[in-house]
């Protein structure tokens, strides 16, 4: 399951739990009108560090927060990749 | 200059000259010169006077005008914050002792069974002949959360809620502000907020809880913001929603959480010309201090720098002594606020590091929502009652976006009544149940089945950084 696979999976299944309506997830999307609110997005960063083992946020550098829903995707993308490329 | 022991709001407000502020909500605007000649109470002031009052509306800006008509007039005033649960109206009205309140439409009439007198109010005002006369030194009470999920009943003054206000306003230059702040008023650090506004001469827009952040912002910059305060996680989402930079304050303001280095460092650059102060205060301890210089958490010279506020650390919690402090809870079965010699022990567990204090959560497993206090015992309550549970442990877990969640892990039993449930079909009725009894900020993230919990000898669960 690819990184943004993983990511709209847990946004429809908190948006399903906490009752609220996700609006189409297109990368545009800004994450406040997506119709979450932030303990919704605490639970998906919660989830989403316990499926992919890692938490963007949390990280030695500040990082920029997301705005839009592509926003989002590609802090987790860039967070994923120097884990994926080292030497096995 | 401080407030003088016997002062009251609205007499501290006109010392000089009748007010020059505003305040704002979402629809409505109030200047408070007008309140020398109109009431929002409709001509009934005074029976209001020498009563215990709540004031529960869900309207803001109805509550921030009574309570500069109350203070001085009723002999207590309760401030119930829009989402106290109408099943805990009973013990706040009994505890404090209430005969009277003021509600608005939002606020189901049922809520105030057991009060003689009802005012109901609008956020307008009436024109009206008022005197406005001091006859009573008001105590203020707020509500926290408690163990039980039963609020806690916090005792002020204004003198007490205004002791570091006043003590920083000499310092500082009389040019008007235009406070705002994404906290409710009726909380600790939005009540705050409110009182700087009100005696410094100064506006103050309110939010509301209906209102976009983005539309938030937009009517902050329009209304011309220089100070703004908020949570942490107020301003974790302001930078989310790509609108932070609409306003341009002078002064930026975080607490009721840890203020972590990313949101200082975020909000820096966001706002480069404003000074950035996290600030430590709760209900009960009241103003403990502000720190500017970027960084988070405080430097240990605070512990021995002269100043209104006594600062110390025992057993690895902040405790605090001034005349910040609550005075004691209201009700049957409370405990003092206040430890030996005086200081109140916040709770708030703090590790020295290089000469620097850092804030590392709360003492008694205590999560901090967003702001939110949770007690792990009403969450782990509302899960052991699920027949497959023996025991459950809630505790926290760091969240970037509101500083923590709640988690969960239970312990099932091996034998129920009925077929044992699957694992995730009994998570989610645990859940479930959770969201049927509690506010959300409550309701567990995930859970998670273990085999056992560790118990400490006395036969009590053995909770993380307690």
Same mark, same amino acid.
């Given at each position: 399951?690819?990184?943004?696979?993983?990511?709209?999976?847990?946004?429809?299944?908190? #948006?399903? *739990?906490?009752?609220?309506?996700? #609006?189409?997830?297109?990368?545009?999307?800004?994450?406040?009108?997506?119709?979450?609110?932030?303990?919704?997005?605490?639970?998906?960063?919660?989830?989403? *560090?316990?499926?992919?083992?890692?938490?963007?946020?949390? #990280?030695?550098? #500040?990082? *920029?927060?997301? +705005?839009?829903?592509?926003?989002? +995707?590609?802090?987790?993308?860039?967070?994923?990749?120097?884990? *994926?490329?080292?030497?096995? | 200059?401080?407030?003088?022991?016997?002062?009251?709001?609205?007499?501290?407000?006109?010392?000089?000259?009748?007010?020059?502020? !505003?305040?704002?909500?979402?629809? %409505?605007?109030?200047?408070?010169?007008?309140?020398?000649?109109?009431?929002?109470?409709?001509?009934?002031?005074?029976?209001?006077?020498?009563?215990?009052?709540?004031?529960?509306?869900?309207? =803001?800006?109805?509550?921030?005008?009574?309570?500069?008509?109350?203070?001085?007039?009723?002999?207590?005033?309760?401030?119930?914050?829009?989402?106290?649960?109408?099943?805990?109206?009973?013990?706040?009205?009994?505890?404090?002792?209430?005969?009277?309140?003021?509600?608005?439409?939002?606020?189901?009439? $049922?809520?105030?069974?057991?009060?003689?007198?009802?005012?109901?109010?609008?956020?307008?005002?009436?024109? =009206? =002949?008022?005197?406005?006369?001091?006859?009573?030194?008001?105590?203020?009470? &707020?509500?926290?959360?408690? %163990?039980?999920?039963?609020?806690?009943?916090?005792?002020?003054?204004?003198?007490?809620?205004?002791?570091?206000?006043?003590?920083?306003?000499?310092?500082?230059?009389?040019?008007?502000?235009?406070?705002?702040?994404?906290?409710?008023?009726?909380? @600790?650090?939005?009540?705050?907020?409110?009182?700087?506004?009100?005696?410094?001469?100064?506006?103050?827009?309110?939010?509301?809880?209906?209102?976009?952040?983005?539309?938030?912002?937009?009517?902050?910059?329009?209304?011309?913001?220089?100070?703004?305060?908020?949570?942490?996680?107020?301003? /974790?989402?302001? &930078?989310?929603?790509?609108?932070?930079?609409?306003?341009?304050?002078? @002064?930026?303001?975080?607490?009721?959480?840890?203020?972590?280095?990313?949101?200082?460092?975020?909000?820096?650059?966001?706002?480069?010309?404003? !000074?950035?102060?996290?600030?430590?205060?709760?209900?009960?301890?009241?103003?403990?201090?502000?720190?500017?210089?970027?960084?988070?958490?405080?430097?240990?010279?605070?512990?021995?720098?002269?100043?209104?506020?006594?600062?110390?650390?025992?057993?690895?919690?902040? /405790?605090?002594? !001034?005349?910040?402090?609550? &005075?004691? @809870?209201?009700?049957?079965?409370?405990?003092?606020?206040?430890?030996?010699?005086?200081?109140?022990?916040?709770?708030? /567990?703090?590790? &020295?590091?290089?000469?620097?204090?850092?804030?590392?959560?709360?003492?008694?497993?205590?999560?901090?929502?967003?702001?939110?206090?949770?007690?792990?015992?009403?969450? $782990?309550?509302?899960?052991?009652?699920?027949?497959?549970?023996?025991?459950?442990?809630?505790?926290?877990?760091?969240?970037?976006?509101?500083?923590?969640?709640?988690?969960?892990?239970?312990?099932?039993?091996?034998?129920?009544?009925?077929?044992?449930?699957?694992?995730?079909?009994?998570?989610?009725?645990?859940?479930?149940?959770?969201?049927?009894?509690?506010?959300?900020?409550?309701?567990?993230?995930?859970?998670?089945?273990?085999?056992?919990?560790?118990?400490?000898?006395?036969?009590?669960?053995?909770?993380?950084?307690?």
């Amino acid at each position: 399951m690819s990184v943004r696979s993983t990511i709209i999976s847990q946004f429809e299944a908190v #948006a399903g *739990e906490q009752h609220r309506r996700l #609006a189409p997830l297109s990368d545009d999307l800004k994450l406040l009108q997506s119709g979450l609110d932030s303990l919704s997005f605490a639970i998906i960063v919660a989830r989403l *560090e316990d499926k992919l083992g890692f938490d963007p946020f949390n #990280a030695e550098e #500040a990082v *920029e927060f997301p +705005v839009t829903f592509g926003d989002f +995707v590609r802090l987790y993308e860039s967070s994923a990749r120097p884990q *994926e490329s080292p030497t096995r | 200059m401080g407030l003088k022991p016997s002062e009251w709001l609205w007499g501290a407000m006109v010392t000089e000259a009748l007010p020059a502020g !505003s305040f704002h909500s979402a629809g %409505t605007s109030v200047r408070l010169a007008e309140l020398a000649g109109a009431s929002i109470l409709g001509g009934r002031l005074e029976e209001l006077r020498g009563r215990t009052v709540l004031i529960a509306t869900q309207d =803001q800006l109805a509550a921030a005008v009574a309570l500069i008509e109350l203070d001085g007039v009723a002999q207590r005033i309760v401030l119930c914050p829009p989402d106290l649960a109408p099943v805990h109206f009973p013990h706040v009205i009994k505890s404090a002792e209430a005969i009277a309140w003021v509600r608005d439409a939002g606020v189901p009439e $049922e809520n105030g069974t057991g009060l003689d007198i009802s005012v109901t109010v609008q956020p307008r005002l009436y024109v =009206q =002949q008022v005197t406005r006369q001091q006859s009573h030194e008001t105590e203020w009470v &707020l509500l926290t959360s408690g %163990t039980t999920g039963a609020p806690k009943l916090v005792l002020h003054t204004l003198r007490t809620l205004t002791s570091i206000i006043v003590h920083q306003q000499a310092s500082q230059s009389a040019t008007p502000r235009i406070w705002s702040t994404f906290y409710d008023i009726r909380r @600790y650090g939005g009540l705050q907020i409110f009182l700087r506004a009100a005696l410094r001469g100064g506006s103050l827009v309110l939010s509301d809880p209906k209102e976009s952040m983005t539309d938030f912002l937009a009517r902050a910059a329009e209304t011309g913001v220089t100070h703004i305060s908020g949570t942490p996680s107020h301003w /974790r989402r302001a &930078l989310m929603s790509g609108a932070a930079a609409t306003i341009a304050p002078a @002064y930026v303001r975080l607490s009721g959480e840890i203020a972590d280095q990313a949101i200082l460092d975020n909000l820096e650059a966001t706002y480069p010309r404003a !000074s950035i102060a996290h600030a430590f205060a709760s209900t009960e301890a009241g103003v403990g201090f502000e720190v500017g210089d970027g960084l988070a958490g405080f430097p240990a010279t605070l512990l021995s720098a002269p100043g209104p506020v006594e600062v110390r650390i025992v057993d690895g919690t902040l /405790r605090l002594r !001034s005349e910040a402090n609550a &005075l004691r @809870y209201l009700g049957e079965q409370v405990v003092p606020i206040r430890g030996p010699e005086g200081f109140v022990d916040t709770g708030d /567990r703090v590790e &020295l590091r290089d000469g620097r204090y850092y804030f590392i959560g709360r003492a008694g497993g205590v999560i901090n929502v967003g702001g939110l206090k949770v007690h792990p015992e009403e969450v $782990e309550a509302v899960i052991n009652a699920n027949p497959w549970v023996r025991m459950s442990l809630v505790k926290a877990r760091r969240s970037p976006i509101t500083g923590a969640v709640v988690t969960a892990e239970v312990v099932l039993v091996d034998e129920a009544p009925g077929e044992r449930p699957k694992p995730e079909v009994l998570i989610q009725g645990i859940i479930e149940a959770c969201r049927q009894a509690l506010p959300p900020h409550k309701v567990p993230a995930m859970v998670r089945i273990v085999p056992g919990l560790e118990v400490s000898p006395a036969g009590k669960l053995v909770r993380p950084n307690a």
